[in-house]
Nanobody, 117 residues
Framework: QVQLVESGGGFVQPGGSLRLSCAAS????????MGWYRQAPGKQRELVAT???????SYADSVKGRFTISRDNARNTVYLQMNSLEPEDTAVFYC???????????WGQGTQVTVSS
């Protein structure tokens, strides 16, 4: 019902920046939340940041002050600006869409972020 397509991943040196984008299409209902999760090799998927259609945000402690999540409701797109990247940030990043009223989760295919010198 909702399709998500991520872009913007890549390779970057420690201290560098990347900007991820995720465009949603299909049956978009409100209220909803969009967010980013990541999964490093050998670890479980973890929440990075979320943002509601009203603009309320939340962040994992490990990324506070370095990452900024934002969204363009008119384009059904969520962004993740990542600054001061560290090797520990290396993971596959997944876009998430949560339909609050219908209690339904949707996931993108993932985009690789590699931070290494």
């Amino acid at each position: 019902q909702v399709q998500l397509v991520e872009s913007g991943g890549g390779f970057v040196q420690p201290g560098g920046s990347l900007r991820l984008s995720c465009a949603a299409s299909g049956k978009i209902f409100s209220p909803n939340a969009m967010g980013w999760y990541r999964q490093a090799p050998g670890k479980q998927r973890e929440l990075v940041a979320t943002i509601t259609n009203g603009g309320s945000t939340s962040y994992a402690d490990s990324v506070k002050g370095r990452f900024t999540i934002s969204r363009d409701n008119a384009r059904n797109t969520v962004y993740l600006q990542m600054n001061s990247l560290e090797p520990e940030d290396t993971a596959v990043f997944y876009c998430n869409f949560y339909d609050t009223w219908r209690r339904a989760d949707y996931w993108g295919q993932g985009t690789q972020v590699t931070v290494s010198s």
